[in-house]
């Protein structure tokens, strides 16, 4: 792994082993979960920034989206993508490539980890379903996306202060 220290103010480079304990851990905690943001590209080339519920899960974010969702459509064109979110002390902004999942282990993996935070979700017949999702999800069954980390910036927005880049083998 590459560190790059991004601070202008002198302190340290922030341990990528700081951000990646809260993201394992935000995704052990039961209850509502924290928001995380999918940037995608639009065909013309347009941002799109989507509300997520992502989870951190053996060094992938993962996510479901329905096929037909603008982010989906989006990735099956450019499968680049971003996701961020807020944890503890560290903002934290993953870039990557995200794939659609077809595994069953996987599927049942995950759908479950999302069952055990509180979202009734199970895998079915290469997808996630759930008698409810976000509103703006669309109706199930949705697809599972793993976001393959290529790097990483994180801002930390309590002591010990700083940011950094980190910039992950290929491939991970």
């Not at 905690?29 to 590209?41: D, M, N, Y």
């Not at 880049?165 to 290929?170: G, I, Q």
Request: hydrophobic share 40%; glycine share 8%.
């Amino acid at each position: 792994m590459q560190e790059q220290n991004l601070d202008i103010y002198g302190h340290e480079p922030i341990p990528w082993s700081r951000a990646l304990k809260q993201l394992e851990e935000q995704a052990r905690e039961e209850g509502p979960g924290r928001t995380c943001w999918l940037a995608t590209t639009d065909p013309d080339g347009r941002p799109h920034l989507a509300a997520v519920g992502a989870i951190w899960v053996d060094d992938n974010f993962y996510f479901v989206s329905g096929p037909r969702l603008r982010k989906s459509r989006n990735l099956v064109a450019n499968p680049s993508c971003a996701v961020s979110v807020s944890l503890d002390d560290i903002d934290v902004v993953v870039e990557g490539t995200a794939r659609k999942v077809t595994d069953e282990a996987v599927l049942e993996r995950v759908a479950n980890l999302y069952a055990s935070l509180g979202w009734p979700a199970r895998a079915s017949a290469g997808a996630i379903t759930a008698e409810y999702s976000a509103p703006s999800a669309g109706r199930g069954p949705w697809d599972l996306y793993a976001v393959t980390p290529t790097a990483a910036v994180g801002v930390a927005t309590k002591e010990p202060h700083g940011a950094t880049r980190w910039r992950f083998e290929s491939p991970r």
